[in-house]
């Protein structure tokens, strides 16, 4: 398969037809595929040049591997993992209609009453990850899908940098991080995750505190664009408060205080998980944010 995928339209891969090509990312190309009788559905190949990089390949197969495990209505399903006989490998996950929250954000501001509503499906869908020890690590607008009449459904993507925590996952994913390696977007890494030590639920808090800073004030907390001086900003610097972010809004100071405890550079200082995030998200008061 060529970077693009291209050539592997038309053709059938673990008895699906792929009949278009829906995107392109780091790791893979995702297809639109069809089995007769059967619902279409979303089909991931391996980039075939990616797929010589062991390391590339075992992170890709525990993708598939991590999300059979997390059946809940916001993350996205997995159908089933494999390996085709020319040695192309694939997921086949649910095929979903609509557009991620990056596309939704590039379109316009996001309202800040849906703002809270979006977060408060990202994060459940987190904390039903948290609760099964697993961290995305990768949460951003991209990896959030906004599917369904009127965008209401949301669904997390992208497992593909999950890290599995229990024991016997330790010495594989020491093989996949390091020689000083980062992984992950750097716009919405939490400190510990740009460092290497310590990594634990807790990055997906602070990556989802980010999430919420951008949703409301229509930019992240650090805008530079620089990668070195973004990551410093990330281990040094306090973000911004949200009314200094977008003067026009209205903010209670339970959000800017919630806000504030899920971007704590310590991830002792964070919210414990996405749960516990999820606790003090929806006791915050009615309207809490306005414009």
């Not at 559905?41 to 525990?62: H, W, Y």
Request: with cysteine; glycine share 8%.
């Amino acid at each position: 398969m060529n970077k693009d995928g291209d050539a592997l339209i038309g053709r059938t891969l673990g008895g699906y037809r792929l009949e278009m090509k829906l995107g392109t990312g780091a790791t893979g190309v995702v297809f639109r595929g069809v089995l007769e009788g059967s619902k279409p559905v979303a089909i991931k190949v391996l980039n075939e040049n990616l797929g010589s990089i062991s390391a590339l390949k075992r992170r890709f197969e525990r993708e598939a591997k991590v999300l059979a495990k997390l059946r809940h209505p916001n993350i996205v399903d997995v159908h089933e993992f494999g390996v085709s006989p020319e040695g192309l490998t694939y997921i086949v996950m649910e095929l979903l209609e609509g557009r991620n929250l990056e596309q939704f954000l590039d379109d316009a501001p996001i309202q800040p009453a849906y703002a809270i509503e979006v977060l408060r499906e990202v994060l459940k869908g987190l904390a039903f990850a948290h609760q099964r020890h697993v961290v995305h690590r990768d949460l951003k607008p991209a990896n959030v899908f906004l599917c369904g009449e009127g965008e209401k459904t949301i669904k997390l993507l992208d497992f593909g940098l999950a890290k599995l925590l229990s024991d016997d996952d330790v010495d594989e994913e020491s093989t996949l991080t390091r020689r000083g390696r980062i992984v992950g977007t750097p716009a919405y890494m939490a400190p510990e995750q740009i460092v290497g030590v310590g990594l634990d639920v807790r990055a997906d808090v602070y990556a989802a505190g980010i999430l919420l800073f951008e949703l409301l004030a229509d930019r992240r907390p650090f805008t530079t664009e620089n990668r070195s001086e973004l990551l410093r900003a990330h281990l040094l610097m306090p973000p911004p408060m949200l009314r200094e972010a977008r003067p026009e809004l209205d903010v209670a100071p339970e959000v800017e205080a919630l806000v504030a405890r899920a971007l704590a550079k310590a991830p002792e200082a964070r919210y414990s998980d996405a749960s516990d995030f999820l606790v003090a998200l929806d006791a915050l008061p009615p309207d809490c944010v306005r414009l």
